[in-house]
């Protein structure tokens, strides 16, 4: 089936420091989803992502979606502790219409 | 409030029991979905219904069950055949497949 391969498992940052995260696949992609998860809680939609190429921002979080349709990144400016939790990279389409999602990226920020 | 809901937030039984998972929306969405949750991983398709009397399996459907009697309502039970139960567990609804907007969740414990 399809897989995504998302990465960095983990990261420790500093409050303030820049954070970039990216998944891969070796499908193709129709839709790119990034969703943030509180400890405990359910996955909440930060950014869709139609178009190949399409660069869209939700305040201090910018997304692209890859030209070649197999990837995609997320970037927190700025970063402050409530960015803290899991990072889920999803995308939709190739093979199936059904959500592939990413294992994860645990963001921890330092104040 | 319009929202998902998912109760009971935590759920103990003990092993060869079975247990039904509740989870109500009233957002108006034709589609509702299942997904478990293991630490460390993605999220994985249980079941999905996109129409009222109607439901598919996911990617790992063995050894759960749904109904989808009402659009607000799409209760799972986890069977004593599932082998692995303990685990947290997602619903979700949307319009669309990427459009998918979570509950809280449910946290299954089996003793």
């Known amino acids: 089936g399809q897989q995504l391969n998302q990465s960095p498992q983990s990261m420790f940052i500093q409050e303030g420091e820049d954070v970039s995260m990216n998944c891969t696949s070796s499908?193709?992609?129709?839709?790119w989803l990034w969703y943030k998860q509180d400890p405990g809680e359910g996955p909440v939609l930060l950014i869709a992502?139609?178009?190949?190429?399409e660069l869209t921002s939700n305040g201090r979080l910018t997304a692209q979606f890859g030209i070649t349709r197999k990837d995609s990144f997320l970037n927190i400016s700025a970063s402050i502790p409530s960015d803290v939790g899991i990072y889920f990279c999803?995308?939709?389409?190739?093979?199936?219409?059904?959500?592939?999602f990413g294992k994860g990226t645990l963001l921890t920020v330092n104040p | 409030d319009g929202g998902i809901t998912q109760s009971p937030k935590y759920l103990f039984r003990k092993e060869g029991q079975n247990v039904t998972l509740s989870c109500e929306q009233n957002?108006?969405?034709?589609?509702m979905y299942w997904y478990r949750q293991d630490p460390g991983q993605g999220l994985r398709l249980i079941y999905y219904s996109q129409i009222v009397n109607d439901f598919q399996k996911g990617d790992i459907a063995e050894g759960y069950s749904v109904s989808r009697e009402k659009k607000e309502s799409f209760p799972l039970t986890v069977t004593s055949a599932q082998k692995n139960p303990t685990a947290f567990y997602l619903c979700?609804?949307?319009?669309?497949?990427?459009?998918?907007?979570f509950g809280p969740g449910t946290r299954l414990t089996v003793l």
């Open positions: 979700a609804s949307g319009a669309s497949w990427y459009e998918q907007f």
């Open positions: 499908s193709i992609f129709n839709t």
């Open positions: 992502l139609y178009k190949a190429g």
């Open positions: 999803a995308g939709l389409g190739g093979s199936n219409y059904k959500l592939t």
């Open positions: 957002l108006n969405h034709d589609a």
